[in-house]
């Protein structure tokens, strides 16, 4: 099962968007689930960040959407992490949007102003409060292995 991990990340560093994430897909793959990370972190999982491109400035690339989509679609399952959202993630809500669209389910972690948002939780799946939650409620999808 291929699991697109959607998550704020303006307003923090490419190492703070990377944590939960390097976290979850370490954690997942003994479950056949594979992490698929926005386009321009994919790459942090094996460079050494401070040559990764800056959050902002990935996000103003004319590519970023288009590729972000098509990773999204190579997806079976989102996962949207917004436990530490401080404001509205355009980019997130947009790939929940696209992940319900296509028809995929959505698992939404946080116990915020944002996951009561209908335009979350009426397309989620779940929404649970922790990233632990998020796995066993993982695990169940990927067949309980």
């Not at 979850?24 to 003994?30: K, P, R, W």
């Not at 397309?123 to 309980?144: I, M, N, P, S, Y």
């Amino acid at each position: 099962m291929r699991l697109y991990l959607a998550g704020p990340m303006r307003d923090h560093t490419v190492a703070e968007a990377m944590q939960w994430r390097k976290v979850m897909a370490n954690s997942l793959t003994v479950y056949g689930i594979t992490a698929v990370l926005p386009g321009f972190l994919e790459g942090a999982t094996t460079a050494p960040l401070d040559r990764i491109l800056s959050v902002d400035d990935a996000m103003k690339s004319h590519n970023f959407v288009t590729f972000d989509l098509a990773l999204v679609k190579s997806c079976d399952v989102l996962l949207a992490n917004l436990s530490y959202a401080t404001r509205k993630s355009t980019g997130t809500l947009s790939e929940i949007s696209w992940a319900n669209a296509l028809g995929k389910p959505v698992i939404v972690v946080g116990n915020n102003e944002w996951t009561v948002e209908p335009f979350v939780k009426e397309q989620a799946l779940a929404v649970v409060a922790t990233l632990g939650e998020a796995e066993l409620f993982l695990r169940g999808l990927a067949g309980g292995r």
